[in-house]
C-alpha cells in the first residue's frame, strides 16, 4: 500500500456534516393516538479535514451511532446532508454511491461478531474490493495480503479463520478489511472497547500509525475520553442529539464549559492511593 496523501489543515474538508436532522417514528400506542416520535439528532454539524480525526463522544442514547449510520449512508437523514470530498452522499444514484464508498469505510465495535466465522480471512478483508466489482480476484488476494501485512498480520493468514485469532487480532482483521479499498475516512465504531485493556493501546497505536502513513482521517465515536484523547485531534460532546461543546481533546478536558461535559467528565474512575496501614 502507498501514501495517500499529506495533511493539509489548510485543505477542503474530507467530510462536512450541515445541520443534520434523524427523527424516527414509532409505531402508535394506541389506535388514534399520534405516532410516537424519537429525535435522535437535531441538527448536528461538523466537518473532518484529511488526515485529520474528530471524536463524538456522549452516553448511550444521545445520537452516536445514528452519526455513524447517516455518514456510512447506511440511513437517510430527516433532513441535513453528509458530504464526502463535496458531494453529498445521500443524493448520490445508487452506482455512484457504491463508488464512494471506496473513500470510506468502517471497523465496527465487536470483533467476534463483525467477522463470518465461516469466510477465511482472504475473502473476509477482500469482500470490499469484491462488492465494487471492480478488480481481479488475483488483485483481490494481493490487496488483501497488502492490508494484512499494513496491519501487523502476516500473508499466511490469509488461509484462516476468525476463531483462530484473539481479539486483538480479528479487530486488526477488521481494519485491514477497511484499508483495503485505501480510504480517505474509516469510521470507528467504539473499535476497543470490547478488547481487553492490555489490547486496547495495541490497537490504537496501530491506527494511529496507519493514519500517520497513509493519511487517513477517522471519525471515532466511543464513549471512552482517554480513547478520544489518544487518537483525536477534535472532539464534539453529544447529548440529546445535540453537539453540546467542542474543542481539542486536551483543552477540552481540562476546561469544559458544559454541565453535561463536566459530568462526564467527573464520571471517569479515577485510581486512588491506598495509605499503607
Do not use: W
Request: with cysteine.
Amino acid at each position: 500500500m502507498t501514501d495517500r496523501f499529506d495533511p493539509d489543515p489548510q485543505s477542503a474538508p474530507l467530510l462536512e456534516v450541515i445541520d443534520l436532522v434523524r427523527h424516527y417514528t414509532l409505531p402508535r400506542e394506541r389506535l388514534f393516538s399520534p405516532p410516537p416520535m424519537v429525535k435522535a439528532l437535531n441538527g448536528v454539524s461538523f466537518s473532518i479535514r484529511p488526515g485529520q480525526s474528530l471524536g463524538i463522544v456522549g452516553e448511550s442514547g444521545s445520537g452516536k451511532s445514528t452519526i455513524a449510520r447517516l455518514v456510512m449512508a447506511l440511513d437517510r437523514p430527516t433532513s441535513g446532508s453528509v458530504k464526502l470530498l463535496g458531494r453529498d452522499l445521500h443524493a448520490l444514484p445508487k452506482d455512484e454511491l457504491r463508488a464512494a464508498r471506496r473513500d470510506v469505510q468502517m471497523v465496527f465495535q465487536d470483533p467476534y461478531g463483525s467477522l463470518d466465522p465461516r469466510q477465511t480471512v482472504a475473502r473476509i478483508v477482500a469482500e470490499p474490493l469484491e462488492a465494487l466489482a471492480e478488480t481481479s480476484r488475483a488483485e483481490q488476494r494481493d490487496r488483501a495480503g497488502e492490508s494484512l501485512a499494513a496491519v501487523g498480520l502476516r500473508t499466511s493468514d490469509l488461509h484462516k479463520y476468525p476463531h483462530e485469532f484473539s481479539g486483538g487480532q480479528r479487530q486488526r482483521i477488521a481494519i485491514a478489511r477497511a484499508l483495503i479499498t485505501r480510504p480517505r475516512l474509516i469510521v470507528a465504531d467504539e473499535p476497543v472497547s470490547a478488547l481487553d485493556v492490555s489490547v486496547q493501546a495495541q490497537v490504537l497505536n496501530l491506527m494511529q500509525d496507519l493514519q500517520q502513513q497513509f493519511g487517513i482521517s477517522y471519525l471515532l465515536i466511543s464513549h471512552d475520553l482517554a480513547v478520544v484523547n489518544h487518537l483525536c485531534d477534535e472532539v464534539c460532546v453529544l447529548h440529546r442529539g445535540l453537539v453540546v461543546e467542542r474543542g481539542a481533546p486536551q483543552q477540552l478536558f481540562a476546561h469544559a464549559e458544559h454541565p453535561y461535559t463536566q459530568a462526564l467528565l467527573a464520571a471517569v474512575p479515577r485510581a486512588e492511593p491506598v495509605a499503607a496501614p
